[in-house]
């Protein structure tokens, strides 16, 4: 079982895309284990971006993730963090594929949404960095048998 730890973030709230977004991921058949309403400190957006330091776009980055509301989603399944990438795009929207989200709803890479864990490590630890144990939910799924075999 992975987990990933997806965020819509501040262009994707502000635009009124949470329900299309998560119509899409729901859609898909991923079970969600937690969701909230936050907004990220410059502190957290440090530690979640922390790999991205020194890069020319990294103050833009934490400007713009912490500026405003951000919908955090955390995710469980197999084989997640592959299946929410490839629903999630190419990281620039200009390159992102027609039908993937960040394809369908965005054109620049400096607002493209949405952020999604890239490897079933940083999941687990994105999903602890942003959710206490108690917030996260699991349950069965009745439906469960007819997404998964
Ligand atoms: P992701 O895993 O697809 O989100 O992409 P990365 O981990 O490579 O980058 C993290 C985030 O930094 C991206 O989602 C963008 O918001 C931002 N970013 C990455 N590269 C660039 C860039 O060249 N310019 C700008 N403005 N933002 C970038
Ligand atoms: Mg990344």
Do not use: C
């Amino acid at each position: 079982m992975e987990k990933s730890l997806i965020i819509l973030k501040p262009d994707a709230v502000q635009r009124g895309l949470i329900g299309p977004i998560l119509t899409r991921l729901e859609a898909r058949g991923l079970k969600f284990i937690g969701i909230k309403l936050s907004q990220i400190s410059g502190d957290l957006a440090h530690k979640h971006y922390g790999v991205h330091e020194g890069k020319p776009f990294f103050a833009g980055l934490v400007s713009y993730i912490t500026s405003g509301p951000v919908l955090i989603v955390a995710v469980e399944g197999k084989d997640v963090i592959e299946i929410v990438r490839s629903t999630v795009g190419a990281t620039n929207p200009v390159k992102a594929a027609p039908g993937t989200i960040r394809g369908d709803f965005g054109v620049n890479i400096g607002r493209n949404l949405i952020h999604a864990s890239d490897s079933p490590e940083n999941g687990e630890n994105e999903v602890a960095l942003f959710f206490n144990s108690e917030e996260l939910i699991r349950s069965e799924r009745s439906v469960d048998q007819w997404i998964t075999e």
